[in-house]
């Protein structure tokens, strides 16, 4: 597609139900970052997949995020048991394989889905 | 440990004035510097990046920005502000020391107000 698209841009959930939040990447882009934009706190690193490597977990605040990328493009960023603490925009970006002699990518970002847990 | 500083939550120019939106780093190696700009209700926007040479270094919507590495600094500037540059600006560093994950580090954000 012509750019990273994330669906829904909205939710509003019970707390204590399941979440499901959808990116699909820029068509070709093997690198996926999902990232969380809480106010006055900036952005917050959550995950991110490059091609077939096993995932860099490392920002996943507790073990109820989850996220899988199917077939090397759609990502699903699963939320269990969402807290009132999980309000948020989530917000996806996808990126290029570096070329070579290329020595960073740029990240271009979807539109982000506003979580909000009542 | 990596961090990226944006010491004014808010800035406000006057149309047709100059603007700086300020932003300073600290990483352990060398950096890869962004800047993205959120219009209201919209995603990040890719304006420009620093990755080595020229340290003034030329984006989208007539934006630029210097890259100062004694001050440890990534200013953002455009030489004529306009109203519709109103939105929220965000300066980020890629740690080239962070191995394969390209993540970025990012600033809390600066809201920038044109006044007409």
């Known amino acids: 597609g012509a750019g990273v698209s994330q669906s829904p841009s909205n939710k509003v959930t019970e707390k204590g139900k399941d979440v499901e939040l959808r990116c699909d990447p820029i068509?070709?882009?093997?690198?996926l970052y999902w990232y969380r934009q809480s106010l006055g706190q900036g952005l917050e690193f959550l995950i991110y997949f490059q091609g077939n490597s096993a995932p860099d977990k490392s920002g996943l605040p507790s073990d109820r995020f989850s996220a899988e990328r199917t077939g090397g493009s759609v990502s699903t960023l699963t939320i269990q048991r969402t807290q009132q603490e999980d309000s948020a925009v989530y917000l996806c970006?996808?990126?290029?394989?570096?070329?070579?002699?290329?020595?960073?990518?740029?990240?271009?970002f979807g539109p982000g889905t506003r979580l909000t847990v009542l | 440990a990596q961090s990226v500083a944006q010491p004014e939550d808010q800035v406000n120019v006057a149309e047709g004035n100059p603007l700086t939106v300020k932003c300073t780093y600290s990483v352990s190696g060398n950096p890869y510097l962004f800047w993205y700009v959120q219009y209201p209700n919209r995603g990040l926007q890719f304006l420009l990046k620093y990755i080595t040479g020229d340290n003034l270094v030329k984006g989208s919507y007539g934006f630029e920005a210097e890259f100062n590495k004694s001050q440890t600094s990534f200013h953002l500037k455009k030489p004529s502000a306009l109203v519709s540059d109103s939105a929220l600006y965000f300066c980020?560093?890629?740690?080239?020391?962070?191995?394969?994950?390209?993540?970025?580090?990012w600033g809390l954000g600066t809201s920038l107000a044109v006044n007409p």
């Open positions: 068509s070709g882009h093997t690198a």
């Open positions: 980020a560093v890629r740690d080239v020391g962070a191995g394969n994950n390209r993540k970025l580090i």
């Open positions: 970006a996808s990126s290029s394989t570096l070329a070579v002699g290329q020595r960073t990518d740029t990240q271009y």
